[in-house]
T-cell receptor
Framework: GQQLNQSPQSMFIQEGEDVSMNCTSS?????WLWYKQDPGEGPVLLIA?????ELTSNGRLTAQFGITRKDSFLNISASIPSDVGIYFC??????????????FGKGTKLTVNP | GAVVSQHPSWVICKSGTSVKIECRSL??????MFWYRQFPKQSLMLMAT?????????EQGVEKDKFLINHASLTLSTLTVTSAHPEDSSFYIC????????????FGPGTRLTVL
């Protein structure tokens, strides 16, 4: 089945630093999504990308949908302590036939040292 | 963004009992709801897809007789873990999606199930 490779698995950074994480896939997706999950909570949607090449920002977060439709990255600028958490990428196929299911990466655990 | 709630947020039960978890979309009609489980330090694993008014579609390896899913209305889906055992202890998360197939999935806050 489809698999997503998300890297890095974990990051330890200083407050104020920029962060970059990415996901690659063996197959194409129609939609790329980035979620953040805090301990004991459900994932919260950060950014949704719907078109190949699309670059979208949400505050200090920027994400891009790769041209090949097989990859996406998420950047966080000027990190702050509340950015701590686990970040998941997810790919979604075309509607119908069950491919609208989300396929998740394994997550990137971010630690920000004040 | 859209709001999805889950109830209860946590539950502790004895082995052999059944537990029902509710998932509600509060401000939109969810034609499709998804149920996931997540083990510690792991990613979300899709258990089943539930469309309103029809039978759920289970992922390979998920026992449909053990994890009963009902999606009776456009705002409510339930997951019942029947005859729960300690290995069923996990974090169960639902998500809901609106009418269009391209609509984004919004996740509930999760339910922590502990089976003693």
């Amino acid at each position: 089945g489809q698999q997503l490779n998300q890297s890095p698995q974990s990051m330890f950074i200083q407050e104020g630093e920029d962060v970059s994480m990415n996901c690659t896939s063996s197959s194409i997706f129609n939609t790329w999504l980035w979620y953040k999950q805090d301990p004991g909570e459900g994932p919260v949607l950060l950014i949704a990308l719907y078109k190949a090449g699309e670059l979208t920002s949400n505050g200090r977060l920027t994400a891009q949908f790769g041209i090949t439709r097989k990859d996406s990255f998420l950047n966080i600028s000027a990190s702050i302590p509340s950015d701590v958490g686990i970040y998941f990428c997810a790919g979604q196929g075309a509607p119908g036939g069950g491919s609208e299911k989300l396929v998740f990466g394994k997550g990137t655990k971010l630690t920000v040292n004040p | 963004g859209a709001v999805v709630s889950q109830h209860p947020s946590w539950v502790i039960c004895k082995s052999g009992t059944s537990v029902k978890i509710e998932c509600r979309s509060l401000d939109f009609q969810a034609t499709t709801m998804f149920w996931y489980r997540q083990f510690p330090k792991q990613s979300l694993m899709l258990m089943a897809t539930s469309n309103e008014g029809s039978k759920a579609t289970y992922e390979q390896g998920v026992e449909k007789d053990k994890f009963l899913i009902n999606h009776a209305s456009l705002t409510l889906s339930t997951l019942t873990v029947t005859s729960a055992h300690p290995e069923d202890s996990s974090f169960y998360i639902c998500s809901a999606r609106g009418r269009r197939g391209t609509d984004t999935q919004y996740f509930g806050p999760g339910t922590r199930l502990t089976v003693l």
